[in-house]
C-alpha cells in the first residue's frame, strides 16, 4: 500500500512532459469464414468447406517509450473492447467510425494521452429526403373506338342543358335507327338528316364534325360511329 502511494505522489509531483506517443493505422483486407488455411506462395489453400468472406479491418500501432498503456475505443459511439495482438498493436474489424483513447503512465515521465479517430467500411450513404407523396391521380380511361369518341362527346355534352341532351340522343338515335333499317342507305343523307335537325350546340357540333371529317368510314363503321356518340350523350 505505501508503495503505490510513493508511486501516486511521485506522478504528481513529476512535472507533464510532452507528448510521446506515435500511432500509425494500416488498412487490411481479413478472410473470414476459412478453414485449414495454409499459405502458399501469393496464394492461400483453405478447406472445402470455408465459406469465404473478405472484411476491412484497421491495425493500430501505438510507439510510446511510457511504462503502461491503456487503450479505450469507441465505435460509432459504442464502446468496445479492443482485440491486442501484440503490446503495440491492435486490431479493428466492422464497418464503422472509430474513436481511440491512448493514455500512456509512467513514474519518472508522468501520464499523458491522444486520440486517434478513423473510419472502416468508407462513409455511410447519405440519408435520401424524403420524396413528397405522389397525389392521387385517377387512372386513364381505358381506350374506345374512334380515339375515346364516347368520353370526348361525354365531357362536351356537359355543357349541354337536359333538353339539349335530349335533342342530341333523339337526333342521333334515329340516324342509328334508319341506317340499321336501310332507311338511309348512303353517309350523304345521313349528313342531311343531322344538318335538318339543327342541333343547338355550336362545340357539340364542331366537335362531331371535326372527328367525322378526319375518318373514311364505312357504312357500317358509320352506325358503330354514330352509336359511340349516343354513348357519350347519355353517359
Do not use: C, H
Not at 493500430?60 to 491486442?84: L, M, N, S
Request: charge should be neutral.
Amino acid at each position: 500500500m505505501k508503495q503505490l502511494l510513493a508511486i501516486f505522489l511521485a506522478l504528481l509531483l513529476v512535472p507533464q512532459a510532452s507528448a510521446q506517443i506515435k500511432t500509425s493505422t494500416t488498412e487490411k483486407l481479413a478472410l473470414l469464414g476459412v478453414t485449414s488455411p495454409v499459405v502458399q506462395g501469393n496464394r492461400i489453400l483453405v478447406g472445402a468447406d470455408s465459406n469465404v468472406a473478405v472484411s476491412p479491418v484497421v491495425i493500430v500501432e501505438i510507439e510510446t517509450d511510457y511504462k503502461f498503456r491503456r487503450v479505450k475505443a469507441r465505435r460509432d459511439g459504442q464502446r468496445i473492447e479492443p482485440e491486442a495482438l501484440s503490446e503495440t498493436q491492435y486490431l479493428f474489424a466492422g464497418r464503422g467510425k472509430y474513436l481511440v483513447e491512448i493514455t500512456v503512465f509512467d513514474p519518472e515521465k508522468g501520464i499523458d494521452d491522444t486520440e486517434l479517430a478513423f473510419e472502416i467500411g468508407g462513409k455511410p450513404e447519405p440519408d435520401k429526403p424524403d420524396q413528397p407523396d405522389k397525389p392521387d391521380v385517377p387512372p386513364e380511361p381505358p381506350a374506345g373506338p374512334f380515339d375515346n369518341l364516347a368520353l370526348r362527346v361525354s365531357v362536351a355534352a356537359r355543357l349541354l342543358s337536359d333538353a339539349d341532351k335530349a335533342k342530341y340522343a333523339a337526333t342521333i338515335g334515329t340516324v342509328v335507327q334508319k341506317m340499321k333499317a336501310y332507311q338511309f342507305r348512303t353517309v350523304d343523307q345521313v349528313r342531311d338528316y343531322v344538318r335538318s335537325a339543327k342541333l343547338p350546340s355550336y362545340e357539340m357540333n364542331k366537335l362531331l364534325e371535326d372527328d367525322a371529317r378526319t375518318r373514311l368510314l364505312s357504312f357500317n363503321e358509320t352506325i358503330q360511329w354514330y352509336e359511340e356518340a349516343q354513348k357519350g350523350i347519355k353517359q
